[in-house]
C-alpha cells in the first residue's frame, strides 16, 4: 500500500531508536539550568504575529522572509513562533513576574518554525533549549549565562569556542550605523539586492550577509568595538574580566551582530568546526530595551538558545557519551490463556519496580515469542505453560550466557526467589562487575 504522505520538507521525525539521544540532553540542560537557578517555562506554538514584528524586528530575515504567519478564524494575524525570547517575555510581562524578586530566570525547551532552506542542523521545524535572566544590568549577569553555556558543553563533551563581541547601546550605534552605512554605500550598487534595502534600514545587517561580495566589501568595515561610549566599553571590559576570572576562554570577534534586531552590548556565540565548516551551536546576548520595547518595565535582560539538532550533530561528531539505550529486562512467554495471565501478572509486578518487561499480547507461538524476546533483547526471558503453573515454578534464562534460575510464580516480590529479586540480584552483579572493572 503506497503512503499517503510524506512528512513536509524541513521536518524530521524522531524515531524511538534516537528518541534516548534527546531525552538524555533535554534532561541534562534542564538539569544544569537548575544548578544557575533557572526554572521551566513553557509559553504557546503560536503569538500574534505583532509581537515578533516589535521584538525581532522588522528589518531581518526573520521577519521579512522566514516567519510562518496566517490568519485564524477570527481575522487575527498569527505566527508560529520563529524563537523563544519573545514569547517569554510577554509571558513575564502579562503575569506580573517581574515584580518578584530579581532577576527572574526561566529556561525552555520548545519547538521553533522558519522558512528557510532545509539543510543538515538547519530544519522549517527545529527545537531549542534557551534561558533569559531579567531584571539585571550587570555585566556578572551577562558572564553567569554564558559560563553556563560554557558548564553545559564541558558536561555533554562538546569542543566549541566562545566568541565575543559587543555591539553598544543606541546611542553609540546611532554613530556606527552611520559610519557602516558611508562604507558600504560608497559600493552599493556591487551589493546583492538584499543588502541594498539592508543598507538603508539596518546597516549592521550587512555584515551578516552570507553573499560572497557583500562579505568582500564588509573586510574593510568599521567596527563596533571602536565606537563604543565610556559605558558600553566598562561593561564589556567587566565582562571580559569576568570570564577571566571564571577560567573560560575567550576570542573577540567583532563581527558578531547577531541575527535579530533586539540585542544591545554584549552578544556571543559559541562555535565548533566538528560538523563541517565553522558552526555557531549557541547565541545568545544582552537586549536591555526589548522588554519596554514589549510593553513591561524598564528592565534589562540577557539570554541565549542553542538548536538541539545540532546539538545532537556536534555531540555525535566529538564522540560525546550517550547512556545505552533503555534494556528491556525480561520477556515472560506464555502457552495457554492462563498462563498469559500470569506472564501479565509478573511483568506487572516488574513494572511497578521501575523495569521494562514484556509478555506476549500478540498470541504468538512459542518460537515467535522468543525470537520477538531477542530482537528485544531482552535480558531474561521465561516460558510458562500448564506444567509450570502446576509446579509454581518457571525457570529464567539470563540470555547472554543460558544461566538458569528457578523461581517461584506466587512468590511475593520481595522474597528471594521471587522474578523481582532475581532481576534485582542481576543488576547487583552488573554494579560489582563495573566496579571491579574499575
Not at 502579562?94 to 520548545?110: Q, S, W
Not at 557583500?214 to 565606537?227: H, K, N, S, T, V
Not at 535480558?379 to 550466557?401: C, N, P, Y
Request: glycine letters at 10%; one cysteine or more.
Amino acid at each position: 500500500m503506497a503512503i499517503l504522505t510524506k512528512g513536509p520538507r524541513g521536518t524530521q521525525d524522531v524515531l524511538p531508536a534516537q528518541s534516548y539521544k534527546w531525552q538524555y540532553l533535554e534532561k541534562k540542560v534542564m538539569e544544569i539550568a537548575g544548578l544557575y537557578g533557572f526554572r521551566e517555562i513553557r509559553v504557546p506554538t503560536f503569538e500574534h504575529t505583532e509581537l515578533f514584528n516589535r521584538s525581532v524586528g522588522d528589518t531581518t530575515d526573520v521577519v521579512q522572509k522566514e516567519m510562518y504567519t496566517f490568519e485564524d478564524k477570527g481575522g487575527r494575524s498569527i505566527t508560529l513562533r520563529p524563537e523563544g525570547t519573545a514569547g517569554t517575555l510577554r509571558s513575564a510581562i502579562e503575569h506580573g513576574l517581574l515584580g518578584d524578586a530579581l532577576p527572574v530566570k526561566a529556561a525552555y525547551l520548545l519547538s521553533a518554525f522558519r522558512y528557510e532552506k532545509p539543510q543538515a542542523g538547519r530544519l522549517r521545524e527545529f527545537h531549542q533549549f534557551g534561558v533569559e535572566m531579567l531584571g539585571s544590568p550587570a555585566a556578572a549577569s551577562d558572564a553567569e549565562v554564558i559560563s553556563m553555556v560554557f558548564h553545559m558543553f564541558r558536561e555533554l563533551g562538546i569542543e566549541a569556542q566562545l566568541e565575543l563581541n559587543s555591539i553598544g547601546c543606541p546611542t553609540c550605534r546611532a554613530r556606527y550605523q552611520k559610519a557602516l552605512h558611508d562604507h558600504f554605500a560608497a559600493r552599493r550598487e556591487e551589493l546583492c539586492d538584499t543588502c541594498k534595502d539592508r543598507l538603508e534600514r539596518n546597516p549592521m545587517r550587512l555584515l551578516d550577509c552570507k553573499s560572497p561580495i557583500c562579505q568582500q566589501i564588509g573586510e574593510g568595515a568599521p567596527m563596533m568595538l571602536d565606537f563604543l561610549c565610556e559605558e558600553c566599553t566598562d561593561h564589556f571590559t567587566q565582562v571580559k574580566a569576568r570570564l577571566d576570572a571564571m577560567g573560560i576562554p575567550y576570542v573577540i570577534n567583532p563581527k558578531i551582530v547577531r541575527g535579530l534586531d533586539y540585542y544591545t552590548k554584549t552578544v556571543f556565540e559559541f562555535v565548533t568546526d566538528k560538523i563541517g565548516a565553522q558552526s555557531t551551536i549557541c547565541a545568545g546576548g544582552r537586549y536591555d530595551g526589548l522588554i519596554e520595547q514589549l510593553g513591561g518595565p524598564s528592565l534589562p535582560g540577557i539570554g541565549f538558545a542553542m538548536g538541539l539538532e545540532r546539538i545532537l550533530m556536534t555531540m555525535e561528531a566529538c564522540g560525546s557519551p550517550f547512556p545505552g539505550q533503555p534494556e528491556c529486562m525480561a520477556f515472560i512467554g506464555s502457552m495457554g490463556d492462563a498462563a498469559g495471565a500470569k506472564a501479565a501478572q509478573l511483568v506487572t509486578q516488574l513494572r511497578d519496580e521501575g523495569f521494562w518487561a514484556e509478555c506476549d499480547t500478540m498470541g504468538r507461538s512459542v518460537k515467535a515469542q522468543m525470537k520477538f524476546a531477542n530482537k528485544l533483547g531482552a535480558r531474561f526471558s521465561a516460558i510458562i505453560g500448564d506444567s509450570e503453573l502446576e509446579a509454581g515454578t518457571v525457570k529464567l534464562k539470563k540470555m547472554d550466557d543460558g544461566t538458569v534460575t528457578e523461581i517461584r510464580l506466587n512468590a511475593d516480590p520481595s522474597e528471594p526467589d521471587s522474578l523481582v529479586q532475581a532481576i534485582y540480584a542481576s543488576r547487583l552483579e552488573d554494579v560489582a562487575g563495573a566496579l571491579k572493572d574499575e
